[in-house]
């Protein structure tokens, strides 16, 4: 199998081994979504009104806070100087891990929602809505996070820092997956129009992330 | 002048602007005046830049 | 005297020491003629008065967007070309920009509430807008993070490239969503939809402050180069060990 893949398989198992962090972003996006109604309240109807928000920002935190590590273990063990140097462009590099940190967190999130569903007062329609928002959106999230966990590994610094940084730039993500969920619960406004757009800014951080990781790890550590 | 009936709102908005550009402005001149300062306390102290050095030699 | 020179520190500390005058001075007089304009211009017919906050909010708003370019240029200068001067141009604009656009979030808002009924909506361009703002905070956060200047200043190069998506976000926004915000009414194909007597005293205001901005902008990188001499100093002299000839 050559390097690529090598390195994806190898982050896709260290992810789900115990210690690797694997399932503690869904574990975390439970927390959260547990934690909402008890400060809103147990007023069903505002919860199923703002379920699909609430489940967006979990799993936008959940994913945030998860890439915190990406780097900054293989930094710690010395695997990151070898990625530099390696032939593999580091581009790629950081698309493999960021895909394999995807798999196993962020699609995670995407199979629990219609069971946290159940916490927001959402039906079933609702929660597929969500969780189809969820999977498309997702990704995008990823790969503009891997923007601050490379900065974040590059100046050594993380905690806010990082959040600081990449939430801003997930505000159109966030923005038109909320849109797209109420489209198709609720509203009138068709699913298709924010639901394509949503696909279109994974695909397109996909590549804008993917770039900008990569020169933020080689000029950071230069 | 007559503002109108919304004076308060474009007096709010003229004073805002003064007070942002009074800042900027006033952020400048006091970081000037506390870099000249420290430059002149490490100059006192004996501690200069090559380049100056190297002119007075060749002075 | 090329332009080459103006690479090194100290010929810009020599050339900025006597732009600045000139510079201060042209900025003093674009102000006065453009409050005058101001003072002067006649009261909208829908607006009454209140278009008067327009002359700032709308130069605010450029100059936002201009600090943030400027910022994106320097990036190229420090990723692509090295340019010894890039990222100092950059970390002083970055509090001037900001400044910017938070002066025209405020005015946007004063002058939301009285002619469109409410401090803040959350349409795209104002989101757009604060977005700036937020990712204005997050590069002088970033500035001051680390301690070298120079490794820093990669970093914030690569977040000000990417963050300049939202440029062309908040310029468009009007255009592509429905909003509460009115379209592009200045620089727009086919010419400006607005009467020559407003439009003069919102040209000599933008004027004025964007000589403002520069004049702050080169007396900032100055104070930046003065800053990092005497962080060379200082570490020269901790290096220096005490007994022994420095």
Redesign the interface.
Known sequence: MNALSALFIRDLRLAVRVGGGGGIGVLFFLIVVVLMPFAIGPDLALLARIGPALLWLGALLATLLTLERLFSIDQEDGSLDLLLMADTPLELAVAAKAAAHWLTTGLPLVIATPLFGLFMNLNGHASAAVALTLLAGTPALTFIGV?GAA?SV??R?GGL?LA??V???T??VL?FGVSASNAAIVGPLPFGTPFTILCALSLFSLV?GTF?AA??LR??L? | MNLGPHADFIVAAYAVAVLVVALLIGWVVLDHRTQQRRLAQLEASGVTRRSDRTVERTA | MPLIDLANPTRFLALAERALPWLIGATAIAFAVGLQQTHGAPDDYQQGATVKIMFIHVPSAWLGMFGWGLMSVAALGTLVWRHPLADVAAKAAAPIGAAFTFLCLVTGSLWGRPMWGTYWVWDARLTSELVLLLIYLGVIALWRTVEDPSRASRAVAVLTLVGAINLPIIKFSVDWWNTLHQPASVFRVGGSTIDRSILIPLFAMAIAFTLLFVTLHIAAMRNEILRRRIRTLMLMQAQAAPGSAS
């Open positions: 923007i900065l590059a100046l610094r820092l600081v940084l939430l801003p730039l505000v159109p923005i804008i900008a020169a933020a000029h950071g230069e």
